[in-house]
C-alpha cells in the first residue's frame, strides 16, 4: 500500500511543491512548525531512512542542501535546520525548518495555520531559488 507521501508525489493528494528531481520531492509541510517548513522525500519508498542505501541517503541530503538554500534565500532565519523524526509517516522524510533558536525546532509546540494562498507564494518563492 502507498504512504501518504508516495500518493502526494504521484499527484494524487496535492502538495505545495518547491522542488523535484528523477529520485527526490520536496514539499511544504501542511502542519508547518514554522512558514517554509519544507518535507524532502525519496521517490523510493523505504521507511526507515537509515535502511537507504548509501548512495542513495548521501544523494537525498545534496538534495536537501539546495532546498535548504532555498529556504534561506526566501524566509528570514539565521539558519535552517534539519530533523528526522520518522514516527508519523513510514516514508523516510527530513524536515528543513527556517530557525532563529534551538526552540523553534519543537515539534511539540502548536503548529501554524497558513491559508493556501501563503503556502503556495512560499512554495513558489522558494521554488524560484533553487537551482538543481
Do not use: W
Request: with cysteine.
Amino acid at each position: 500500500m502507498a504512504t501518504i507521501f508516495s500518493k502526494i508525489i504521484a499527484g494524487e493528494i496535492p502538495s505545495f511543491k518547491v522542488a523535484e528531481s528523477e529520485r527526490f520531492y520536496a514539499f511544504l509541510d501542511i502542519n508547518p512548525v514554522s512558514a517554509g517548513h519544507t518535507l524532502v522525500v525519496p521517490k523510493n519508498e523505504t521507511d526507515y531512512i537509515f535502511d537507504m542505501e548509501s548512495e542513495e541517503f548521501s544523494s537525498m541530503f545534496a538534495f536537501a542542501q539546495k532546498v535548504a538554500k532555498g529556504i534561506k534565500e526566501v524566509i528570514p532565519c539565521k539558519r535552517v535546520g534539519v530533523a528526522v523524526l520518522g514516527l508519523e509517516v513510514p516514508h523516510a522524510h527530513i524536515h528543513l525548518i527556517p530557525i532563529n533558536s534551538e526552540s523553534d525546532m519543537d515539534f511539540r509546540k502548536a503548529k501554524i495555520k497558513l491559508e493556501n494562498s501563503k503556502m503556495a507564494d512560499i512554495a513558489n518563492a522558494i521554488k524560484s531559488k533553487i537551482k538543481l
